[in-house]
């Protein structure tokens, strides 16, 4: 399955069967008889075919010898970030949206059925910092070591990924992390985080931006700096981060003294 790209944006071409390199003429959809926008990406979820509009989604059903047909699953939300599709086991399809982060669970056979669900209604004042214009760059992935999803947006009028938001499986609790430069974020084999950085050093130009790949760990430490006028190369460690607790008001074991 190929979408259309710039040329015809609400167009999916499919393959002839068992040849993946071969397409007919006649064979594609075309989805933009329903308001949704253009497609914006793909993504394969059991025996069904996930098309993420703009603000929409629609299912691509049946086989190569029945036919393919395409259905309307869902008006209103969709998905610009495409890299922010991710399958979790024991959660679904998570991905973001234009107003927060939602995820796709359930099967259309034997009598279930694929539902959408908003994950994070308590994160609305986070939501409003999103920039929707450029939510195309934001990168997400899931760790099977931590069992936690990580994904990173452009906020605050900022024009990089720097802000990420962390669905941890095990708790269903979400956390936030600050001024971390993630272009592009991936897991391995082993569930360890590598991410590139979201500058890099330009060519030929000095900067203190470091370029390679990076690993997000658990060491409590806000990263390290680079002399890279020694020899060898020292890494200097900077302090831990502050972490801040919120609660609802409670009394933290004294009934007068209630705290927020």
Not at 63 to 83: E, L, R, T, Y
Not at 102 to 118: M, T
Not at 138 to 162: F, L, M, N, Q
Not at 221 to 249: C, H, R
Request: one cysteine or more; aromatic letters at 12%.
């Amino acid at each position: 399955f190929l979408d259309g790209g710039q040329a015809d944006p609400t167009r999916i071409y499919y393959s002839n069967p068992l040849n993946p390199d071969s397409f007919s003429a006649s064979d594609y959809f075309d989805v933009g008889v329903r308001d949704g926008g253009d497609v914006t990406g793909l993504f394969a979820y059991y025996n069904n075919l996930i098309l993420f509009r703009e603000s929409a989604i629609e299912l691509v059903r049946g086989d190569p010898v029945n036919g393919f047909n395409v259905v309307p699953f869902i008006q209103g939300v969709g998905s610009k970030a495409i890299n922010s599709v991710t399958a979790v086991p024991g959660v679904g399809v998570m991905f973001l949206g234009s107003d927060g982060v939602y995820r796709i669970h359930g099967g259309l056979d034997g009598g279930s059925q694929v539902k959408v669900e908003k994950m994070s209604p308590g994160l609305v004042k986070t939501e409003k910092r999103f920039n929707p214009a450029l939510l195309a760059r934001a990168s997400a992935t899931y760790s099977p070591k931590w069992r936690e999803w990580h994904c990173y947006i452009p906020v605050d009028g900022e024009e990089k990924p720097s802000f990420g938001l962390v669905y941890h499986v095990d708790k269903n609790a979400w956390s936030t992390r600050k001024n971390f430069p993630v272009g592009c974020i991936a897991a391995d084999q082993n569930g360890e985080l590598i991410f590139g950085h979201n500058t890099g050093k330009p060519g030929g130009v000095p900067s203190t931006w470091e370029t390679g790949l990076f690993v997000i760990s658990k060491k409590r430490i806000e990263g390290y700096s680079v002399n890279l006028l020694s020899d060898p190369v020292q890494t200097v460690e900077k302090a831990a981060p502050i972490s801040v607790y919120k609660t609802n008001w409670m009394d933290m074991g004294k009934a007068a003294q209630k705290k927020f």
